[in-house]
């Protein structure tokens, strides 16, 4: 009786292996499917404009036009990588932030300033509004990370927009200070809601843009880290909250 018994376990726990590997195949399939679907359009983007160039196709103009895009086509390839590895280190648990006391006004305004040209060019209009003395407590490398990629979401679906701005905005609330990114596309689906921020999972219905919310997922794994949080909230169009610690 206790040898078929020690059978019974040992075949159960062969079984829960076989499982636990067949699980394990299966994501690390969908996390190389998933980087692959990400880094295509960028680095089509850049094969397309180094090609034009090359070609001297355009007047110098045109030819600026085409460098200026591959520097942005570029941009979005590293933010795209950096999900990527942000992801993998999450999955391992290796993710760690920095947190300390700062500008964070000040750290917005930068971004802005940076992610302006390219939403210009996109037809996007960001506006910002955020006091420069505004302080809280966060990572910088996170914010930059959480922040341009809920600025990257909002430019791609409120890209049928009859409003193409975006709203950047942050300020003291009593228990914290919220920073929030809104467009005034065509919101998210109370069903993609429920799965916004699982990895591999996309937060509009499957006729939207392309992307499998590596960029959400990371994000908000990020503003935990941060003894913040990151949030969907209702509205016109699509509005995300992240929340940071006070000063």
């Known amino acids: 009786v206790i040898i078929g018994v020690i059978a019974a376990i040992a075949a159960m726990l062969v079984v829960m292996m076989v499982a636990r590997a ?62 990527v590895l942000g992801f993998s280190q999450l999955e391992r648990g290796n993710l760690s932030v920095e947190v300390k006391t700062g500008p964070l006004g000040e750290v917005l305004k930068e971004l802005a300033e940076r992610a302006e040209p390219a939403l210009d060019r996109a037809g996007a209009t960001l506006a910002l509004d955020a006091s420069p003395d505004l302080q809280a407590r966060f990572d910088r490398d996170a914010v930059f990370r959480i922040v341009g990629n809920l600025l990257d979401n909002a430019e791609k679906y409120g890209r049928g927009a009859d409003d193409r701005t975006i709203e950047l905005a942050a300020r003291e609330t009593q228990d914290a200070v919220e920073v929030t990114v809104r467009d005034h596309g065509p919101g998210i689906s109370e069903e993609a809601r429920a799965k916004l921020f699982r990895a591999f999972s996309r937060g509009v219905d499957n006729d939207g843009p392309a992307g499998l919310g590596l960029g959400l997922a990371l994000s908000k794994s990020l503003a935990q880290a941060m003894n913040g949080d990151l949030a969907y909230r209702e509205g016109n169009g699509a509005t995300f909250v992240l929340r940071l610690a006070k000063a």
């Open 22 to 83: 067949e699980q394990l195949a299966r994501e690390r399939s969908q996390f190389a499917a998933a980087a692959a679907h990400e880094l295509r359009t960028p680095l089509a983007g850049l094969q397309l404009y180094g090609d034009m160039l090359a070609d001297g196709l355009g007047d110098p103009t045109k030819l600026r036009d085409y460098a200026r895009r591959m520097s942005e086509e570029a941009s979005r390839l590293g933010r795209v990588v950096s999900n």
